[in-house]
């Protein structure tokens, strides 16, 4: 895949630490508007000596803290050594900022997932690190909805410019998928499309909520025809397909989809679809999770205990830790 848009290493102001009210939760830092980050607890020991060391949260489209504090909490449960990267997805942002723009703006995970102050010194650090000790990472990322993995394939982009076309992908051992990803033809999902906008947007408007779901029918439809004009690859399709880009995300992370027939944006067999076309690439796909009578995102609220025990099965499926009879879930709802 070309990769046609280089990602700046100059200070921007989606790298600079930024304190904002609308995207802030105890305990996190915030490194920018859309990247949070909480460091690992020095004085917690991992209940296993394989759990991941870094856990990667992309929420869904206008996503505000109260609706990612849960997520958070079952993780923290779950790997309470692990450090925790959170990326916040205004719709409208990804729809309509370009490759480049949105690349910028995930940086900062880059800089939280290595720890470095600056991508600056990103290449030769992450040379370090596979010198001494080339496991000593182990990341899980959990995307949510399309919205999310438009910013997760952006993080995926910023990085192969960044460590340049010979270096390893994005390291990422397990790769969990939440009501996503769904079709990228736009006449058949425009529907849908328009109102996960609106259901984003009418919270802040005053006029009824078919109007801001008519509006968002002529947004997309001009950000499609945009598009079209200028002969671009959308947020979408480039998203889809970057997940399943070997030079983008390592071959060998393990991947879960969690998903329902009653998602009314994402639907069940376009997700179904894209998970073979990962298998036939040859990344290790786990035989994905249906849950049952839950809407979009709405897995973890209706099927709390089936949806951490999918999560932690496939972890330990990557790690070889699942020799023997399941060990019993904790509860974490």
Not at 30 to 42: H, I, K, Y
Not at 82 to 93: E, R, T, Y
């Amino acid at each position: 895949m070309s990769l046609p848009e280089p990602v700046s290493r100059s200070p921007s102001p989606s790298t600079a630490v930024e304190k904002t009210k609308v995207n802030h939760l105890p305990g996190f830092t915030t490194l920018s508007p859309q990247v949070l980050v909480q460091d690992a607890d020095s004085t917690v020991s991992p209940a296993s000596h394989t759990d991941p060391t870094t856990v990667i949260l992309y929420s869904w489209g206008d996503a505000l803290p109260k609706h990612v504090s849960k997520y958070v909490e079952g993780y923290r449960t779950l790997y309470p050594a692990a450090k925790i990267v959170l990326i916040f997805s205004p719709i409208l942002k990804a729809l309509y900022t370009t490759l480049s723009v949105r690349s910028k703006t995930m940086i900062p995970v880059i800089e939280a997932v290595f720890g470095v102050g600056s991508t600056t010194t990103l290449v030769p650090r992450l040379s370090l690190a596979r010198q001494n000790c080339p496991a000593a990472k182990r990341v899980l990322v959990q995307v949510m909805s399309n919205t999310g993995g438009i910013n997760f394939a952006s993080t995926l982009h910023a990085y192969r410019q960044l460590v340049g076309p010979d270096a390893p992908p994005f390291p990422v051992d397990v790769m969990v998928c939440d009501s996503t990803p769904g079709s990228t033809v736009f006449m058949t999902n425009i529907g849908p499309w328009s109102k996960a906008l609106a259901v984003g947007a009418a919270s802040y408007l005053p006029w009824p909520f078919f109007v801001t779901r008519a509006l968002a029918v002529v947004f997309l439809a001009a950000v499609n025809g945009m598009a079209v004009l200028m002969r671009e690859t959308s947020a979408a399709v480039f998203s889809t397909a970057a997940v399943n880009d070997p030079h983008l995300l390592d071959i060998k992370a393990r991947r879960l989809y969690l998903y329902s027939k009653e998602d009314d944006i994402i639907y069940w067999q376009d997700i179904e679809k894209h998970a073979a076309a990962a298998r036939e690439k040859g990344y290790q796909v786990a035989e994905g999770e249906m849950f049952e009578g839950t809407g979009h995102v709405g897995h973890l609220k209706g099927h709390p205990e089936q949806y951490w025990r999918a999560i932690r099965r496939v972890w330990e499926e990557k790690a070889n830790c699942d020799k023997g009879p399941a060990k019993e879930v904790t509860k974490i709802y």
